[in-house]
T-cell receptor, first 115, second 112 residues
Framework: EPEVTQTPSHQVTQMGQEVILRCVPI?????FYWYRQILGQKVEFLVS????????KSEIFDDQFSVERPDGSNFTLKIRSTKLEDSAMYFC?????????????FGEGSRLTVL | SQQGEEDPQALSIQEGENATMNCSYK?????LQWYRQNSGRGLVHLIL?????REKHSGRLRVTLDTSKKSSSLLITASRAADTASYFC????????????FGKGTKLSVIP
């Protein structure tokens, strides 16, 4: 069964360092997303991406964050200068169509620990 | 207050019993979805109900939606130990929006 894969599963970094989280969405999907979940808290929307551009982003997704689809398969989230409060589980998701008509397929997540 | 609040926060039942979880939301929605998350794992989509639907079934799952009360319920019948997980409702509010708003979830423990 097709699945969304994310790497790394866990990354530890020092505050101020740049981090890139990688995702391979399901191959025939058109919409891509990043969500995050701080330990013990809700899953929060960060950004959605369609047709090679950001379609929607939340207040969390500030100038420190960027997304890219550098080739036909990968979808990356970059945090330019990490802060302690960026420590969270980051989930990539994809869908074949707009989420207001269908389901999201989530990866297993990348745990980011900022020291 | 937040969109998509589930209750109870935690639920512990015996295997074979039914589990009911509720979700309330604040704004009008296009659809409401339920997801499951095993501890430390990703989210798995369970079921989607559209704003013009009142009830939907999928295997042992039954979801209801009451848009007048802005609430939904998820019923898992004949629970199994493998159903132990956190369950989240998530809503899409606006037409053209791609943003899912999740609740805090209900942590279900099914005791064998």
């Amino acid at each position: 069964e097709p699945e969304v894969t994310q790497t790394p599963s866990h990354q530890v970094t020092q505050m101020g360092q740049e981090v890139i989280l990688r995702c391979v969405p399901i191959s025939n999907h058109l919409y891509f997303y990043w969500y995050r979940q701080i330990l013990g808290q809700k899953v929060e929307f960060l950004v959605s991406f369609y047709n090679n551009e950001i379609s929607e982003k939340s207040e969390i997704f500030d100038d420190q964050f960027s997304v890219e689809r550098p080739d036909g398969s990968n979808f990356t989230l970059k945090i330019r200068s990490t802060k302690l409060e960026d420590s969270a589980m980051y989930f990539c998701a994809s869908s074949g169509w707009a989420t207001n008509t269908g389901e999201l397929f989530f990866g297993e997540g990348s745990r980011l620990t900022v020291l | 207050s937040q969109q998509g609040e589930e209750d109870p926060q935690a639920l512990s039942i015996q295997e074979g019993e039914n589990a009911t979880m509720n979700c309330s939301y604040k704004t009008s929605i296009n659809n409401l979805q339920w997801y499951r998350q095993n501890s430390g794992r990703g989210l798995v989509h369970l079921i989607l109900i559209r704003s013009n639907e009142r009830e939907k079934h999928s295997g042992r799952l039954r979801v209801t939606l009451d848009t007048s009360k802005k609430s939904s319920s998820l019923l898992i019948t004949a629970s199994r130990a493998a159903d132990t997980a956190s369950y989240f409702c998530a809503t899409i509010s606006g037409a053209g929006s791609y943003q899912l708003t999740f609740g805090k979830g209900t942590k279900l423990s099914v005791i064998p």
